[in-house]
């Protein structure tokens, strides 16, 4: 299957490569939204970072291999998806950013945008389990309680400061 310009690597970590590959579309949803609201860069990559933590929590919570989210199913998929125009998830949070509510994007939308409906089924989970799950929970809000983006911000930025 692997030839000269594609190469495939193998992995047997099953639960973290699909937790891995849900989580980071509602991590692209947000890294979309904070380039549709003007945020740059290094907020973006604050975002990737710390959904990676977020992703590693859950998915160690159900049984994952750490090493799993640090290689291509992982950070790779991740990086990938948070910061394409053409992913659904981070090209859809763009719209949703730019207009600074969900509302009208999820009323006129005709594409699948998995992020959306993970977002909701890994929210409710991580409460379940009693998971820290900050991004997913903002998405969530954006998403399904009509929060304003540029508000769900401040209040994540004014969380308890902690060590890394």
């Known amino acids: 299957f692997s030839n000269n310009y594609f190469r495939v690597y193998t992995n047997d970590d099953e639960i973290g490569a699909e937790i891995g590959a849900g989580i980071k579309n509602v991590i692209a949803l947000a890294s979309g939204i904070l380039q549709g ?7 973006r990559a604050t975002l990737i970072t710390r959904g990676l933590a977020e992703i590693t929590r859950y998915g160690l919570a159900q ?11 992982g950070i790779g998929d991740l990086f990938l998806t948070c910061s394409s125009f053409t992913s659904r998830n981070f090209s859809s949070g763009v719209e949703i950013g730019k207009a600074d ?6 009323e006129n939308n005709t ?8 977002c909701k089924i890994i929210h409710d989970s991580a409460i379940e389990l009693g998971i820290d799950m900050p991004i997913t929970n903002a ?12 508000e769900i911000i ?6 308890k400061l902690k060590e890394e």
């Open 63 to 73: 049984g994952a291999n750490q090493k799993t989210f640090l290689g291509l199913t």
């Open 101 to 106: 509510g969900a509302k009208e994007f999820l």
């Open 111 to 118: 594409r699948t945008v998995e992020g959306i409906y993970a």
């Open 154 to 159: 401040v209040g994540l930025m004014n969380r």
């Open 139 to 150: 998405v969530y809000d954006v998403v399904y309680n009509n929060k304003k983006p540029s």
């Open 37 to 43: 609201l003007g945020y740059k860069d290094n907020s």
